[in-house]
């Protein structure tokens, strides 16, 4: 029997005001498969994590939906094995906002807007898809994303609604590597000859 929603979003509210690190799970198939960070902020629909992977680095941040949060763990052994191993690496936990946003602010949305404002990459997983871009425009009801294409080269814009997302992923590994080939495009289109210097 499923955890009535409101019990999780108050769980998540402690764990938030502690900064406690935490294992959430979110897939009732997989009773292994969860996700283990800091928990940041909560609002009614959707909680922003600090992740870290198993190894006790960080992997940047992402937003899920309450909805989707089917059990919560804290002070357990393995959440107590990542402290050590965050400290082996020396990794420091940096929240994603300075100043969080109150909580009757929609999270997903000042989320979003802060990564506008950041120019950051972002990724949006909506059920099997996952897109990856930047925030060119986002509001209550949708988001705008200028995609990258498989080689890290911006194309279309992509429109969005902000209730179709499950996660918004933040400077995981996954948008890290679309900044390296961005970098990496920009530096091919320098060493390019222009038009000019072709015809000479």
Request: hydrophobic share 40%; proline share 4%.
């Amino acid at each position: 029997m499923a955890i009535p929603n409101g019990y999780m979003v108050y769980l998540l509210r402690i764990l938030a005001a502690q900064g406690a690190l935490a294992s959430i799970y979110t897939d009732p198939n997989d009773p292994d498969g969860f996700c283990a960070g800091f928990v940041e902020a909560v609002d009614g629909k959707h909680v922003l994590m600090c992740d870290l992977t198993p190894w006790g680095q960080i992997d940047g941040w992402r937003v899920r939906r309450n909805s989707d949060v089917i059990q919560i763990l804290s002070g357990e052994e393995y959440e107590q094995r990542l402290g050590m191993l965050m400290a082996h690496h020396k990794q420091h936990h940096r929240p994603f906002f300075t100043d969080y946003p109150a909580e009757d602010t929609d999270l997903l949305l000042s989320v979003l807007l802060e990564c506008k404002a950041r120019n950051e990459i972002v990724s949006v997983i909506i059920g099997n898809e996952m897109i990856t871009g930047r925030v060119t425009e986002a509001n209550g009801l949708r988001v705008k994303i200028r995609i990258f294409d498989f080689f890290g080269r911006e194309a279309e814009i992509e429109t969005v609604t902000l209730r179709e997302i499950e996660i918004l992923e933040i400077d995981t590994q996954e948008e890290k590597m679309y900044g390296i080939l961005e970098e990496m495009e920009r530096q091919r289109m320098q060493l390019l000859p222009s038009n000019e210097e072709a015809n000479d």
